[in-house]
């Protein structure tokens, strides 16, 4: 009988636990650059205990939810308006393929200067992210539309209301949903790397206090939590895709 | 009824099909049979509007929402259930959700799909899924019917059950078909008349045979019919 995937995971993580716990206590390395993770875990406590932590996450999670909706939003209008537009696919497409070839955290510090360092410079990264990722969905997306069901509904005496209604918006919305995982992956690296670039509030500000306080153990903490957000959101995000596209999965 | 003249089908710059002439009468059951790459799916593409023909005219004799198109594979749109697509015509028309769910729900009993209205279609077999798209189709109730191999991609048995109820249907209705198939024994088993395109490009109608065989027809019992063999033979002369 083989265990299932999720128990073997979780024994294979707390193994490893077990060992750096184990070889820190022992003194096999040095605690200052990998602290135990008896110690990680109890800064991490801390942090809850103290209650601080609450405003950081709120900043993060605002930013982030903020980003990921206005991405999908600004990546669905303009992958609509290339795919119906001729003229406006001619202006976008080029500046999308460069954005999307660069790593678009490098305009970090352009939104700083732009937006200032409050939230907004942290959404307008965690935006940026999304829709240019949004936008390729919904442009290939509609362009590569299954033609066969185009015929059908045409061959069925449907126009261009039955086919949007019928084909277009179920199709983009497959692949948006679709997309929504790493949508939401995005947008919270857009929020904690705008904050970590420039802020006074949120979990990559923390994270950027560690850094410069050389604090092996909340930066550790840190990246634990913000890995348990990221986890979080992506359970939420793929509940959300099986519920909206339960024709794919049942 | 439906009236095709000199019709001419190019992509590029020789034509696929050059000059084709055909009518289906009033009532009528046509088939349309040649080899693959003929061009007799551009044919039906262009008596439905989906191409535009080069040259020549189409005259459906019937109003367009009278044409229903079955097509080779079964596309029915993945997000819908089996009630929805079925409804999809009718609500396409405009007409009333209940009266036309109470319409599918017809149809769907007819074709033995009653129990898989709310099923997606990736739940249903391959022949299940073509009953849907026959349901989808007669439920608008087609004076002409339209059909591009229909049952290509089902396995022996399912298409044997399947040709048989469509001839009942057809038979009931008084429905004018044209069908497009390169299966021969199936074009006789259910056709008045049987066209054979040459080999494309340039393809033209060789010849047209009636098939006298009389109905109402059931599968096996035609193709025990003394007329059975002897045109299979010419139909299998006009193809070489």
Redesign the interface.
């Known amino acids: 009988m083989t265990a299932r995937p999720g128990t073997r995971r979780t024994a294979a993580f707390l193994l490893l636990a077990a060992a750096w716990e184990t070889a820190a206590r022992a003194g096999w390395i040095d605690p200052f650059y990998a602290p135990a993770p008896s110690r990680v875990a109890s800064v991490l406590v801390s942090l809850f205990v103290q209650g601080d932590i609450w405003r950081h996450l709120e900043a993060t999670l605002v930013s982030a939810f903020a980003g990921l909706l206005a991405g999908v939003a600004l990546g669905m209008l303009l992958g609509f308006a290339a795919a119906l537009l001729p003229g406006v696919a001619e202006l976008l497409e080029p500046v999308m393929i460069l954005l999307n070839a660069i790593p678009r955290v490098i305009l970090a510090p352009l939104f700083v200067i732009w937006l200032g360092i409050g939230l907004a410079s942290k959404i307008a990264l965690a935006l940026i992210l999304v829709a240019v990722l949004i936008f390729f969905a919904v442009y290939s997306g509609i362009k590569e539309v ?1 033609r ?2 185009v ?8 126009g261009r209301r ?1 086919l949007i209604q ?2 277009y918006l ?1 199709s983009i919305a ?1 692949w948006v949903l679709g997309n929504l995982k790493i949508a939401v992956g995005f947008a919270f690296t857009g929020a904690v790397v705008g904050e970590f670039v420039a802020s006074t509030r949120g979990l990559g500000y923390l994270l950027q206090f560690a850094q410069s306080t050389y604090n092996a153990a909340l930066t550790l903490a840190l990246i634990v939590l913000i890995m348990a957000c990221a986890l979080v959101l992506f359970a939420l995000a793929e509940r959300l895709e099986r519920r909206l ?4 999965y ?1 | 009824m439906l009236r095709i003249r000199g019709l001419t089908v190019a992509y590029g710059a020789e034509p696929v099909l050059d000059g084709i002439d055909l009518d289906v009468q009033v009532g009528q059951f046509a088939s349309l049979v040649g080899p693959s790459g003929s061009g007799k799916t551009s044919i039906l593409r262009a008596v ?1 509007g ?1 191409l535009t023909p080069t040259h020549g005219e189409v005259d459906l004799g019937v109003h ?2 009278d ?1 229903g ?1 079955l ?1 080779q ?1 079964d ?6 259930t089996v009630r929805e697509n079925v409804t ?2 009718l609500r ?2 405009g007409v009333a959700p209940e009266a036309a769910a109470a319409t599918a729900q017809g149809w769907l009993v007819s074709l033995g799909l009653a129990g898989l209205e709310d ?5 249903l077999s391959g022949g299940q899924r073509k009953r849907v798209a026959i349901a ?2 007669l439920a ?1 109730e087609p004076r002409l019917l339209l059909m591009d191999e229909p049952f290509a991609s089902l396995d022996a048995i399912v298409r044997m059950r399947l040709t048989e109820e469509l001839l009942t249907w057809v038979e009931r209705k008084h429905l004018t078909v044209l069908l497009v198939t390169h299966d021969l024994e199936e074009a006789i088993t259910l056709s008045d008349a049987v066209y054979v395109l040459s080999q494309g490009p340039r393809a033209t109608i060789r010849a047209a045979h009636p098939v006298p065989i009389p109905r109402p027809r059931h599968v096996l019992a035609s193709r025990a019919d003394q007329a059975f063999a002897p045109l299979l033979q010419r139909l299998w002369k006009d193809l070489e």
């Open positions: 299954d066969r069901l015929e059908r509904v045409r061959t069925l005496g449907g039955a019928e084909v179920p497959a596209l339960r024709w794919r049942v | 439905t989906l367009a929402a044409v198109f097509f594979d596309a029915l749109l993945p997000w819908r999809l015509g396409i028309r099923r997606y279609p990736r739940q989808q189709v608008l």
